[in-house]
Each structure stands twice: as structure tokens, then as C-alpha cells.
């Protein structure tokens, strides 16, 4: 099989450093490239290896962009992705590295074709079969991973707005759980609920468990 034709994935995760939430994580496989026209604002790569320079990653874009992106994406038969999500309630029992780990895992595993290679964000491996790269900023340099940042993104933000409508008072739709001036506020008022992550540090260091 020559490299042009074996599956590369990107993989990345959102809401590691959350206070309250799943972590979710998004492998992403483009088998065509010549899906993306011009006027989506998405280069045309033929390397996957190579640095994109057309398009950010996730944290940079508007939140209105990065709808538009994945809608294009969801609409091209080309594009395939997993979805891997980890609670906050598994987070809290094996910690967050092991639960992105997981989350990860869990997304390539939810892809519907066989996978040859990953390209990770990060510095580290996940229990895999497959053979993979982890690459430090990944989001800000590869593709794969920029697209896989941008699914993920939508995918959880999606769910913290559903989040919101159950537990307004905390406006989970302002800052989708991060550790924000705002939430802090909101959860010395009211005390944590049940999606928030009772092992992170911010939140014993701030005695908001009391409440």
C-alpha cells in the first residue's frame, strides 16, 4: 500500500482542562482532499504532514466559523470521524490524562474504516494497535488534527449548551464549564453540580466542595 493511500487520522481532545463536563476527543480521516473547495477557507493539502496555514485551530476560531466548518465537514462523504466522549464522573475516578487517553481511544475506535496511521496532539501515546506520531501543538500545525479540534470543539460545546438549559445558573453556555471569573462566582453561590469534576484542584483549593 503506498503512503497515499493508507487512512492518516488526526486525533484531538476538548475540555481537558474543564471544571465540569466529558472530555471529548475526535479522530478525523479525509480521504479525498479535493473536497475542499476554495471558498470554505480550507487549503488543499495533498501531505497531511504538511503545516496548514488557511486554517486555525478550534480555540482561535469563531464560534460561528467553527459551525460552518463542521457543517461542511458532516456534508462531505469524504470526511469521516469518531466521536469518543469520557464523563466527568470516569474522569474524577482515573484522572484526566487517563480519561483523554481513553476518549481518544474510544474515537477511533467509533471510525467506520480501517486506520493506518494516527497523528496524536500532544506528548503522549494511547493504547492502540495502530501506529502513531504525537505532536506538541498539533492543533496549531497539522491538518488532521486542526479538523479533528474543530469537530470535537462543536461536539462539546454542543453538550454544554444542553448543560445550560438543565443547570442555567451556572451559564455553562458563557464559558462551557472552564474555569472562567464567572463560573468561580457562580459556583460560590451555588455550589457544584453533578457534571462538575470534584477531583480537580481548583476546585478543593477553593473549598466550593463545602457547599
Not at 69 to 92: A, M, Q, T, Y
Not at 166 to 182: I, M
Amino acid at each position: 500500500m503506498s503512503t497515499l493511500s493508507k487512512v492518516i487520522v488526526g486525533l484531538d481532545e476538548v475540555g481537558r482542562g474543564a471544571l465540569a463536563g466529558s472530555v471529548v476527543a475526535c479522530a478525523v480521516a479525509v480521504q479525498k482532499f479535493s473536497v475542499f473547495p476554495a471558498k470554505c477557507g480550507i487549503p488543499l493539502w495533498r501531505d497531511t504532514f504538511q503545516f496548514s496555514k488557511g486554517l486555525k485551530d478550534s480555540k482561535k476560531l469563531t464560534a460561528k466559523r467553527r459551525e460552518e466548518i463542521f457543517k461542511f465537514l458532516k456534508n462531505s462523504p469524504e470526511v469521516e470521524w469518531g466521536i469518543g466522549r469520557v464523563s466527568e464522573k470516569v474522569i474524577d475516578k482515573i484522572n484526566i490524562l487517563q480519561a483523554t487517553k481513553l476518549a481518544m481511544k474510544r474515537a477511533v475506535n467509533n471510525l467506520k474504516i480501517k486506520v493506518d496511521f494516527l497523528l496524536i496532539d500532544g506528548n503522549f501515546g494511547i493504547n492502540s494497535d495502530v501506529p502513531q506520531k504525537s505532536i506538541v501543538k498539533g492543533d496549531e500545525k497539522i491538518f488532521l488534527i486542526k479538523l479533528a479540534s474543530i469537530v470535537a470543539k462543536v461536539t462539546r460545546d454542543r453538550a454544554m449548551m444542553r448543560y445550560h438549559k438543565k443547570y442555567p445558573q451556572y451559564r455553562f453556555d458563557k464559558h462551557k464549564g472552564y474555569g472562567t471569573k464567572l463560573h468561580f462566582k457562580m459556583l460560590k453561590k451555588y455550589g457544584p453540580c453533578k457534571i462538575h469534576r470534584k477531583s480537580f484542584s481548583p476546585m478543593k483549593k477553593s473549598n466550593l466542595l463545602q457547599k
